[in-house]
């Protein structure tokens, strides 16, 4: 079995290939220079890289719990004793009223914004 030379999802018997090289479709199509399946890449040939990977500049990893901290994001307490998990209940709930309070003090400030700036125009 070998190959298509037009297409390499074509496989077909030795004997038959020199009846079927002029009769392929894939031929056809790459007569038109129309290329209806992609090449394989030619595996003699190496593909080189000019970009410099190892230049490339430190990225910090990243840490989920400490996202999680700053962030707005329901966490559970999980291995820890019930006193434990209480406590950090009432932590979550004092974090998340401090998310509340600053989003709705930037909302206030937004509306004040807006509404000195309509003021003004009038």
Not at 52 to 59: F, G, H, L, M, N
Not at 69 to 92: I, K, M
Not at 99 to 107: C, G, I, L, P
Request: proline share 9%.
């Amino acid at each position: 079995m070998v190959r298509c030379p037009f297409d390499i999802t074509h496989v077909v018997r030795i004997a038959e290939m020199e009846a079927h090289v002029p009769m392929c479709p894939s031929r056809k199509m790459e007569e038109l220079g129309v290329d209806q399946l992609p090449r394989a890449p030619d595996p003699s040939k190496k593909e080189t890289s000019d970009t410099p990977w190892d230049d490339e500049p430190d990225v910090p990893t990243y840490n989920p719990a400490l996202y999680c901290a700053v962030n707005p994001v329901v966490r559970t307490l999980y291995g820890a004793t019930a006193s434990e998990r209480r406590q950090f209940r009432e932590q979550e709930r004092a974090r998340f009223r401090a998310f509340r309070e600053a989003s709705e003090s930037a909302r206030s400030l937004e509306n004040t914004n807006s509404h000195a700036a309509a003021t003004n125009e009038d």
